[in-house]
């Protein structure tokens, strides 16, 4: 039986040989760990799809990420193929940390509302387990694309419901700022924004799909765009959040942004009326959500119809990486991982003195910080 990671070696390994990982159940910090020793189980996955997981992604996305994503500065450039392989790697990120009874019945029962465009197919005496592990087979053998799961007659409904999330989506990459604070990584691998809800707190997901209705009803700059808001209101049902941020390195972030945005901004250049950042996001950094790569004919998602797509690098504010960071600290399942704590704190003390009442109890891992580092939160309060 493998030692399974559900955060991968190859991403785990660019923090350092070792992090540090506060755990939620025990209330344990423990410092200078491997990181072969972390975010693992025994028996995680099948001993199948762990040995697909290694050779039919993570070795690929591994040698991109060392050798292409963390060596570029101002900019990563990516050839199709190597697009195509970034994005199977998130489509599988995303589902990798799921499992057991809740992901069967969850996904099963989204499927229903958004009408999937195919019957599942009913395997007998299969378990929630199996069903999982079908799901991420499905996936890994094939390049990831919605198109390509179609085609399999063991698809599963979340194979596609993610494929259609990730590859309806654009890519970006968001760096830490160069001192001081840098990207948390947890157990669930990733992280989202919802929209913010009509009273500016609660989240409802409700205001792209009314904004794409909408231009739609008013066939927004004469018409040339009916087709795309059709297909983007499609996609917007699939991805229904801001962005989603999968942390690499704790320097940077590959982001999926959602393709409401590259919209946004076309009918923003035309001269439509768009609503603002400030009532859909809590990152109201333009500069984040439309730097599109330089391709051409583009406005939803990424297009495959060139060779070469190259995307701007963005660096984030103390206050921007905080707050994601906060989204990180949100959305775990029992362990956190990062390479100090003092790199750590300036977000754990945001997301502890958050207005709202924070979902997660790190109570511990404040007292600990502010008793190993005295003055610390004091100094964060003051900046």
């Not at 409802?204 to 927004?220: G, H, P």
Request: with cysteine; hydrophobic share 40%; aromatic share 14%.
């Amino acid at each position: 039986m493998f030692n399974s990671h559900y955060v991968p070696q190859s991403v785990l390994r660019k923090w350092a040989d070792r992090i540090c990982v506060y755990n939620l159940e025990s209330k344990t910090l423990t410092e200078n760990i491997k990181t072969e020793d972390v975010f693992a189980s025994k028996g995680f996955y099948s001993d199948e799809i762990e040995e697909k997981l290694h050779l039919q992604i993570e070795s690929q996305f591994g040698n991109l990420l060392s050798n292409i994503i963390l060596k570029s500065e101002e900019s990563v450039r990516l050839y199709k193929e190597q697009l195509k392989i970034v994005k199977k790697f998130l489509l599988i990120e995303v589902l990798r940390s799921l499992g057991g009874e809740e992901f069967m019945q969850f996904e099963k029962s989204l499927s229903k509302r958004l009408e999937l465009p195919f019957e599942e197919k009913d395997v007998e005496g299969e378990t929630s387990f199996d069903y999982w592990m079908r799901t991420l087979r499905v996936v890994l053998e094939t390049d990831g694309t919605p198109e390509e799961i179609l085609k399999r007659d063991d698809k599963t409904y979340p194979a596609y419901r993610w494929a259609m999330v990730v590859y309806t989506a654009r890519l970006g990459f968001w760096d830490a700022p160069d001192k001081g604070d840098e990207f948390l990584i947890t157990d669930a691998g990733m992280t989202s924004e919802n929209e913010l809800g009509w009273d500016g707190f609660s989240v409802q997901n409700y205001k792209k799909l009314y904004c794409v209705a909408s231009w739609l009803m008013r066939e927004i700059c004469g018409g040339i765009f009916k087709e795309d808001l059709i297909k983007l209101f499609q996609a917007t049902v699939y991805f229904h959040e801001n962005f989603q941020m999968f942390p690499i390195s704790p320097k940077r972030m590959i982001v999926l942004i959602s393709p409401f945005y590259n919209m946004w901004s076309v009918l923003k250049k035309f001269g439509c009326m768009v609503p603002p950042l400030t009532e859909l996001t809590r990152l109201p950094n333009e500069s984040l959500f439309v730097a599109m790569p330089r391709t051409q004919g583009e406005i939803s998602g990424d297009a495959y119809n060139n060779n070469e797509y190259i995307y701007p690098v963005q660096k984030l504010s103390r206050k921007e990486i905080r707050y994601c960071n906060c989204l990180f600290l949100d959305r775990i399942h029992a362990d956190l991982g990062f390479s100090s704590l003092e790199n750590a704190a300036g977000s754990i003390f945001t997301y502890c003195n958050a207005p709202h009442a924070p979902r997660v109890d790190y109570t511990e891992l404040y007292n600990i910080i502010q008793d190993r580092i005295p003055g610390k939160f004091e100094m964060i309060n003051r900046n």
